[in-house]
């Protein structure tokens, strides 16, 4: 249990003394002291009043080292983002932080992703991992990039390097949006997602190729979500036809393969 260490890692983080949340909480700075400092367990109403007095889960405070996560999620939880609130566990991620303890964006290269997919929650393999920078992103967020491989998300060239922002919550996946998934089968993907999770615990996957038939991923089968915000290319994607110039393009198509029609008739003529 964390419920001590977590409730003194609050108070100190928010700046207030002891006796600001005793009276907060109507309680006895004793009584304060005691469960800060784990003489006393708290009883239910005591729990049910510290959750309610910063907005974080019973689950959490009781089952996770809120001083062990990263700044990210920890003020994802602060801003309403905590999971056990949700009715699902906590991810707890792991990540590395630079000389100014600002959170780097980890590089997940095409050779990296087979270790990716079984070392994803160690330390020490995200640690070895290439790190850099992208300044215009919220330093309150948590970034990784992973590098794309296949066609399927065409006319995203093979080989950009996309990043993502961490999801912690997966009933906030929107519809229509692009996410990186790390599952147990199928590897790193990064697709557009529909969100069925809520009545049907799955998300179907769709490729910007329409070569590539969608496909589902139940909810159980899933590591990692990160959100997609953009990506880096060496490659300029090739142009997309302006409608009539498709319409026009195709209507050749179709005058030729007629005058092939009329060329074959004539020869068995």
């Known amino acids: 249990m964390f419920f001590s260490s977590n409730i003194k890692f609050l108070r100190k983080r928010r700046g207030r003394t002891q006796d600001d949340v005793a009276f907060a909480l109507k309680m006895k700075r004793s009584t304060l002291s005691g469960y800060e400092n784990e003489v006393s367990q708290p009883t239910l109403q005591a729990l049910i009043a510290f959750s309610k007095y910063y907005g974080i889960a019973i689950d959490t405070l009781v089952k996770v080292n809120l001083t062990t996560i990263s700044e990210s999620q920890l003020s994802q939880v602060e801003r ?59 330093k309150q967020k948590k970034y ?13 060239p093979p080989r950009s390097w996309v990043t993502g922002e961490f999801v ?30 809520e009545k049907e615990h799955k998300l179907s996957l769709y490729s910007l190729n ?18 997609f915000v953009n990506y880096i290319s060496a490659e300029i994607p090739d142009p997309v036809l302006p409608q009539e110039d498709l319409f026009k393009t195709v209507n050749i198509l179709k005058k030729d393969i007629n005058n092939l029609k009329r060329q074959l008739k004539d020869k068995e003529a």
């Open 80 to 138: 309403g983002g905590d999971v056990y609130l949700k009715g699902s566990n906590i991810r707890v991620l792991a990540t590395t932080v630079n000389s100014d303890n600002a959170e780097n964006i980890e590089l997940v290269s095409e050779k990296a992703k087979a270790g990716y997919a079984t070392g994803f929650a160690d330390p020490e393999f995200i640690g070895e991992l290439p790190v850099f920078q992208l300044p215009f992103l919220s």
């Open 144 to 156: 990784r990039t992973f590098q794309l491989t296949g066609d399927s998300m065409l006319p995203i």
């Open 168 to 197: 912690q919550d997966w009933n906030t996946i929107i519809s229509g949006h692009g996410y990186i998934i790390l599952t147990l089968d199928e590897g790193i993907v990064f697709k557009i997602a529909e969100n069925l999770i």
């Open 210 to 227: 329409p070569l590539y038939e969608p496909f589902d991923i139940q909810v159980n089968e899933i590591k990692e979500v990160w959100k």
